[in-house]
């Protein structure tokens, strides 16, 4: 098993900056693929950004690109999420997950973290 702790959300305003962290613990060998998603109030769980965790191999939604940065401090079993010119539409609840293959599903999901972004 492997759980995951994010934190780093809150309220923000359009323009801003914000850093969310994932935090893994249990068995961490089995870390390869780690992402970010979220869901906003009535919509669907969406993709944000992921990384493999081997090599540093990183993919983003097109509305993340240039804005999102996602890294991993593999020492620390932690995840970021850096946000930069945060919008009103990026507000949601960010999830992290992971899986121990490049394909397959997203096996571990943590708790949430709420981002507000107003306007």
């Known amino acids: 098993q492997v759980q995951l702790v994010e934190s780093g959300g809150g309220l923000v305003q359009a323009g801003g900056s914000l850093r969310l962290s994932c935090a893994a613990s249990?068995?961490?060998?089995?870390?390869?693929?780690l992402g970010w998603f979220r869901q906003a109030p009535g919509k669907a769980r969406e993709f944000v950004a992921s990384i493999i965790s081997s090599d540093g191999g990183t993919a983003y939604t097109d509305s993340a690109k240039g804005r999102f940065t996602i890294s991993i401090n593999v020492a620390k079993n932690t995840m970021y999420l850096q946000m930069n010119n945060l919008k009103p539409e990026d507000t949601a609840v960010y999830y992290c997950?992971?899986?121990?293959?490049?394909?397959?599903?997203?096996?571990?999901w943590g708790q949430g973290t709420q981002v507000t972004v107003s306007s």
């Open positions: 997950a992971t899986k121990s293959a490049l394909g397959g599903v997203y096996e571990f």
């Open positions: 249990g068995r961490t060998a089995s870390l390869y693929v």
